[in-house]
């Protein structure tokens, strides 16, 4: 169910995690590294009382904090292009918990809700539609029609140097007291190692039973995926009706008037100072979040709700100064996007890559300009 939600928030996810640790990579040794203020040995000890991930705490040194991040980097690239998505979600959750749980008051609700849809995605089938899996799936049918298939050397190897990393993630987690994690990562690579097993040597009943148990895996990460955003919204939306500042409409007022969120001065005071347009806006919010997870089952409104929480989500991103969080909650809602808006949106950004790909070079002019007749090869002209 939903390939083309879960692809939608595939991509939107690892974009989120790549433009933070881009953006951040000139402090990343103050957040996470070595020259935080939040030191290693202070997180080893905190680590030992809640029994968090991170392979961060495997060594202080600066050399392997430089691997950990560059890979956490790498691994969402990878991602965001749907590249042995089974495999490289792995790499991408455990990229995420290791810097997050490294240094645990760095972040906000973006973070939280990053933190759980990286260890959601594992179990979710998000590489179906709109990346480099279907298309190789797409080229072993075209294979499988009588066309000449070429023999997959990456999925064994990718698949033997994880097994190694995980031998050393399960030393590791006997040191720390970590244990579901590793059992998660130990389920996961032998049901890997069971799955190409199956489709080499077994493809018939075995294949069957192996995808079906994989569907129902992604259609209940899919729901809980779901019932996050819900949660979400609904606990938001009726804790802040509890507070008077939000029941007199006065409560965006006052993050309009603090420096620390005010990117843009100017529009933030030009809001600020309207007290019918800061009155609306505030109530808005709350009807918003309490209304939305009730509309789940009215397709209309479900819909326009969903656009005025991504634009509002927009809007804090411009006001606030907060991009990160309001990429990680807009990525979070395109999982209620219609499968039409999508299809259709993909299809759009296909169009538009091929028109850049037939678009004439400079000094260059199609052939079916200058003669007439239908699109040929293109000639340097004059």
Known sequence: MGPYQTAIVRIGFSLTWLVFLLRELPFRHELYGPDGPWSWEMARRLIADNRSFTVLMWSDGRLWFELVYGL??????????GWRTRAVSVVFMAGVLSLQNRSVFVGDGGDNVLHLAAIYLVLTRCSQVWSLDARRAARAARAAAGEPARRDRVGPLLWTVLGGFLLATTWFSQVTGEWWLPVLL??????N?????????????PRTLLDALANLAHNTALVVIMAEVCLIYATAGWYKIQGSRWQDGTALFYPLNLDYFTPWPALSELLGTSGVMVMLLTYGTVIVQVAFPFTLFHRKVKNVLLVAMMLEHAGIAVLLGLPVFSLAMI???AVFLPTPFLVALGARVVRGRD?????TPAGTVPEQ???GEEPGPRTLVG
């Open 193 to 205: 190692g069971l799955w190409w097993l199956v489709c080499r040597f077994a493809p018939g009943e």
């Open 331 to 333: 990525s979070a809602d």
């Open 72 to 81: 956490a980097a790498l691994s969402a690239v990878l991602l965001l292009l």
């Open 186 to 191: 130990w389920v996961l690579w032998l049901g």
């Open 369 to 371: 300009r200058r003669t």
């Open 355 to 359: 028109r850049l790909r037939r678009r």
